[in-house]
Nanobody
């Protein structure tokens, strides 16, 4: 079983920055992707970054491109999301997702609130 734990969320003023972390543990078999999503109140969960492991391509959603950057520490099985120039529309619960050979796994989410 794979466990994902997100952290780093909080309250930030518009124009500010936050760095989210997603730590993966457990039995990970043949990791394929490790991505970030978010879900705003009353809206569907949306993918922010699609990132192939093993040096594959990374694709950012248009609404975060140029502001958000994904990075990884493979030795720690941890993924990061650096978020800059935040605005009120970025207020949401942020989730990480890991896809491996056996399934798709989600963390519990971390709340990001941007005040205007």
């Amino acid at each position: 079983q794979v466990q994902l734990v997100e952290s780093g969320g909080g309250l930030v003023q518009a124009g500010g920055s936050l760095r989210l972390s997603c730590a993966a543990s457990g039995r990970i078999s043949g990791m394929k992707t490790m991505d970030w999503y978010r879900q705003a109140p009353g809206k569907q969960r949306r993918e922010l970054v699609a990132s192939m492991t093993g040096g594959g391509s990374t694709t950012y959603a248009d609404f975060v491109k140029g502001r958000f950057t994904i990075s990884r520490d493979n030795a720690k099985n941890t993924m990061y999301l650096q978020m800059n120039s935040l605005n009120s529309e970025d207020t949401a619960v942020y989730y990480c997702n890991l896809l491996d050979y056996y399934g798709s796994y989600w963390g519990q989410g971390t709340q990001v609130t941007v005040s205007s």
